[in-house]
């Protein structure tokens, strides 16, 4: 269990103050040398962080295991994951632009195929199939697992997908592939709860995160061209909503947010590629063209950095 708590020094095993006492001197030098320690850069989060109002206590932002501080965010999960239609799942490191093939998935899906994926901050990949059905996949080695959830809820037969902040903890946010609105998944009981529609046409769309603002990437529909919009979270409206000139979608579609912009997989022709989109400048870069794959779905998780490490 993820949590954050003060652990006075007076109530601390003599050995674990020692080791403790060891960690800040040690850190303190790390840090002075320029070193850094672990966990301790990633927005916050994860590590031992030293009250700056000199406090008797130190506290702890992570999971705690036989006394020990885990950070809650390791490297490879502050990165995007993508999955293809053939079934292999990728990891993309956006600071080099460069994908790294993790294996294929496992999955019992028959001849169902990879249709929209979302990353939780545990390392797990939430897939969702052609014919409804959810599967659970493991970001290191591609293994996977079926869950229970029940196909059609609330009329959502297919969605695009993501995890958002919300306070201390984060949540999965579908968008109906149909475009009828949003709706959240309670990971624990895998019920659908309907939130709202858009308020507006928007067609079929993909969702990310930034922080704990939701946005879709939606297909061009109804002579509306592809876009990229702010969803309220609350009710499913959308809020500033962004044309995309010169982006095609082709046969599959993905985004995810990373560093301050969005990254958009896309596949006008036969083969995926990689543009990179700034919101607020409203500008387009192509990244990577010609993978040789087709994406379909793309997840990251909340530890991913909102603004471009330094």
């Given at each position: 269990?993820?949590?954050?708590?003060?652990?006075?020094?007076?109530?601390?095993?003599?050995?674990?103050?020692?080791?403790?006492?060891?960690?800040?001197?040690?850190?303190?030098?790390?840090?002075?040398?320029?070193?850094?320690?672990?966990?301790?850069?990633?927005?916050?989060?994860?590590?031992?962080?030293?009250?700056?109002?000199?406090?008797?206590?130190?506290?702890?932002?992570?999971?705690?295991?036989?006394?020990?501080?885990?950070?809650?965010?390791?490297?490879?999960?502050?990165?995007?994951?993508?999955?293809?239609?053939?079934?292999?799942?990728?990891?993309?490191?956006?600071?080099?632009?460069?994908?790294?093939?993790?294996?294929?998935?496992s999955?019992?899906?028959?001849?169902?195929?990879?249709?929209?994926?979302?990353?939780?901050?545990?390392?797990?990949?939430?897939?969702?199939?052609?014919?409804?059905?959810?599967?659970?996949?493991?970001?290191?080695?591609?293994?996977?697992?079926?869950?229970?959830?029940?196909?059609?809820?609330?009329?959502f037969?297919?969605?695009?997908?993501?995890?958002?902040?919300?306070?201390?903890?984060?949540?999965?946010?579908?968008?109906?592939?149909?475009?009828k609105?949003?709706?959240?998944?309670?990971?624990?009981?895998?019920?659908?709860?309907?939130?709202?529609?858009?308020?507006?046409?928007?067609?079929?769309?993909?969702?990310?995160?930034?922080?704990?603002q939701?946005?879709?990437?939606?297909?061009?529909?109804?002579?509306?061209?592809?876009?990229?919009?702010?969803?309220?979270?609350?009710?499913?409206?959308?809020?500033?909503?962004?044309?995309?000139?010169?982006?095609?979608?082709?046969?599959?579609?993905?985004?995810?947010?990373?560093?301050?912009?969005?990254?958009?997989?896309?596949?006008?022709?036969?083969?995926?590629?990689?543009?990179?989109?700034?919101?607020?400048?409203?500008?387009?870069?192509?990244?990577?063209t010609?993978?040789?794959?087709?994406?379909?779905?793309?997840?990251?998780?909340?530890?991913a950095?909102?603004?471009?490490?330094?």
């Amino acid at each position: 269990m993820r949590r954050s708590f003060t652990l006075p020094f007076a109530l601390l095993p003599g050995g674990l103050v020692g080791g403790l006492l060891g960690c800040l001197l040690g850190c303190s030098a790390a840090k002075d040398a320029g070193q850094g320690t672990h966990g301790s850069d990633a927005g916050g989060e994860g590590g031992l962080v030293i009250p700056e109002d000199g406090g008797g206590g130190l506290t702890t932002d992570g999971d705690v295991e036989g006394g020990v501080v885990v950070d809650p965010c390791p490297e490879e999960l502050k990165e995007i994951y993508v999955v293809t239609n053939g079934n292999a799942l990728y990891r993309f490191a956006p600071a080099t632009v460069t994908f790294t093939k993790i294996g294929n998935l496992s999955c019992p899906a028959g001849f169902a195929t990879p249709f929209s994926m979302a990353v939780d901050r545990k390392g797990t990949a939430w897939v969702l199939f052609s014919d409804g059905k959810m599967y659970q996949v493991s970001t290191k080695d591609a293994s996977c697992k079926a869950t229970s959830f029940a196909v059609g809820q609330s009329g959502f037969a297919t969605f695009g997908m993501s995890f958002a902040r919300d306070g201390a903890g984060e949540t999965l946010y579908v968008a109906d592939y149909n475009g009828k609105g949003i709706a959240k998944i309670d990971t624990t009981t895998l019920k659908l709860s309907f939130i709202g529609s858009y308020g507006t046409t928007a067609g079929s769309g993909e969702l990310t995160a930034r922080g704990e603002q939701l946005f879709g990437f939606f297909n061009s529909t109804g002579g509306l061209p592809t876009r990229v919009a702010m969803i309220e979270k609350m009710t499913g409206k959308l809020g500033t909503v962004r044309n995309l000139t010169g982006v095609t979608i082709g046969s599959g579609w993905a985004f995810a947010h990373w560093g301050g912009t969005f990254w958009l997989f896309h596949a006008p022709s036969s083969s995926s590629q990689v543009t990179e989109y700034d919101f607020e400048k409203m500008t387009t870069k192509t990244a990577k063209t010609g993978l040789g794959f087709v994406i379909v779905g793309a997840g990251v998780s909340t530890c991913a950095p909102t603004e471009r490490p330094k």
